[in-house]
């Protein structure tokens, strides 16, 4: 999940570009972070993690109908999320996802800026 603060004048109705830049270079970096997160998990389970990507953002307008898939990355309205999140099917059992997030604290340390 990443979240980007847009202009409220900016708007993508056709999923290529956000203003002027490619949709590419907004995406690119949560697509490299994510693949990161699932190698790390991968690393510290022992089996392939997926991972999606989602883009939340916030003042930009994007389409009514929700959201924009580009290059396999959920872009929507920050206001969203949770319906979004709510309405994907579970894949993992309640001690599958407790193994997971122990592994996540272990192998992605919290960020403490000095």
């Known amino acids: 999940m990443d ?4 202009h409220r004048r900016t708007h993508d109705q056709t999923g290529r570009g956000h203003a002027r830049t490619p949709i590419a270079k907004v995406v690119g970096p949560v697509v490299f972070e994510a693949r ?3 190698e790390a998990l991968r690393r510290a389970t ?3 993690v997926d991972v999606v990507t989602v883009v939340a953002v916030h003042g930009g307008r994007l389409p009514r109908w929700g959201a924009i898939n580009a290059g ?3 872009i929507l309205r920050a206001s ?4 979004w999140i709510a309405r994907r099917p579970r894949k993992c059992a309640a001690e599958e996802v407790a193994m997971m997030a122990a592994a996540a604290e272990q192998a992605l340390p919290a960020y403490v800026p000095q």
């Open 72 to 74: 396999g990355t959920t």
């Open 80 to 83: 969203r999320v949770h319906g």
């Open 3 to 6: 979240s980007k603060k847009w």
């Open 46 to 48: 022992g089996r392939p």
């Open 36 to 38: 990161a997160v699932a």
